[in-house]
């Protein structure tokens, strides 16, 4: 890298538990002057820090049955994701390992757990096989968005993420620089839009590799709040 961590860091940190700042519910931290040219980054690349946003794991035996009964629709095979009525994605990661994303900015953001783990950890109580994981402290969560990012990830990954490859609702659990990530394709064939978890201790430095490697796309950070409204309306 040709550039120092103060520049890579660009302002911008993963957060586990804290309320989200003005920075990441603003219109954009890009240099754009207008919302279309917002869109514009959003659709080419962008890239946003979501790690004050909900997430929340389950695992075991009786998970997906124990998901279904609550009303989530439950992604059949391991490596998929499935959207859910609340906007949330549910991620399987296993036959009994489930993750839920919930892309929301809420008065609660980044402070209050999301309701899954006391589900979990009440179920547990009664005797069901499923135990709750909590991820917010765990994995910090990056997004990129734009047509250019197939290819951007290409330099960084070794798992194909074209859209014929790796459709919206697709799932990789990989490398990306040298750091474990899970890969969830949110997006459209037309505008991918990849969430990516990864262990929080590594979020400063996978922050400056992905500044590094958007500088070919000219791709530039936008907010939290931005890249929801683009991909979730």
Same mark, same amino acid.
């Given at each position: 890298m040709t550039t $120092?961590?103060?520049d890579h860091?660009?302002g911008a /940190?993963a957060?586990a538990?804290?309320a989200?700042?003005?920075?990441?519910t603003g219109?954009?931290?890009?240099?754009?002057?207008s919302d279309?040219?917002t869109? /514009?980054v959003?659709?080419?690349?962008? @890239?946003?820090?979501m790690s004050a *946003?909900g997430?929340a &794991?389950?695992? &075991?035996?009786?998970a997906?049955d124990? @998901?279904a009964?609550?009303?989530?629709?439950?992604p059949?095979?391991p490596?998929?994701?499935? *959207?859910q009525?609340?906007g949330?994605?549910?991620v399987?990661?296993?036959?009994g390992e %489930?993750l839920?994303? /919930?892309p929301?900015?809420t008065p609660?953001?980044? =402070?209050a757990e999301l309701?899954l783990?006391?589900?979990a +950890?009440?179920? @547990?109580?009664r005797?069901?096989?499923v135990h $709750?994981?909590?991820?917010r402290?765990?994995h910090?969560w %990056? $997004?990129?968005s734009?047509?250019?990012v197939?290819?951007?990830?290409a330099?960084l990954c &070794?798992?194909?993420?074209r859209s #014929?490859? %790796?459709?919206? &609702? $697709?799932?990789?659990q990989t490398?990306?620089?040298?750091?474990n990530?899970?890969? =969830?394709?949110v997006?459209?064939?037309?505008?991918?839009?990849f969430? @990516?978890?990864? +262990?929080?201790a590594s979020s400063?430095? *996978?922050?400056? =590799?992905m500044l590094?490697?958007?500088? #070919?796309?000219?791709?530039?950070t936008v907010?939290?709040?931005?890249?929801?409204?683009?991909?979730?309306?």
């Open positions: $120092s961590m103060t860091l660009d /940190t957060l538990r804290c989200l700042p003005a920075s990441l219109a954009s931290t890009t240099d754009a002057s279309s040219v869109v /514009t959003l659709s080419h690349c962008a @890239l946003a820090d *946003l997430r &794991g389950v695992r &075991g035996r009786e997906a124990w @998901l009964s609550l009303g989530f629709t439950v059949d095979t490596n998929t994701a499935r *959207l009525t609340d949330s994605w549910l399987r990661l296993s036959v %489930f839920q994303l /919930t929301a900015i609660d953001a980044g =402070v309701p783990i006391a589900q +950890d009440d179920a @547990l109580a005797g069901r096989r $709750s994981l909590p991820r402290d765990s910090a %990056f $997004s990129l734009g047509s250019s197939p290819t951007l990830m330099k &070794g798992v194909d993420l #014929e490859a %790796f459709p919206p &609702g $697709s799932v990789a490398s990306v620089a040298r750091t990530a899970i890969i =969830v394709n997006g459209s064939h037309q505008c991918p839009c969430h @990516l978890l990864f +262990d929080i400063h430095y *996978l922050w400056g =590799v590094d490697a958007m500088r #070919e796309y000219s791709g530039q907010t939290a709040a931005a890249l929801l409204a683009h991909h979730h309306g």
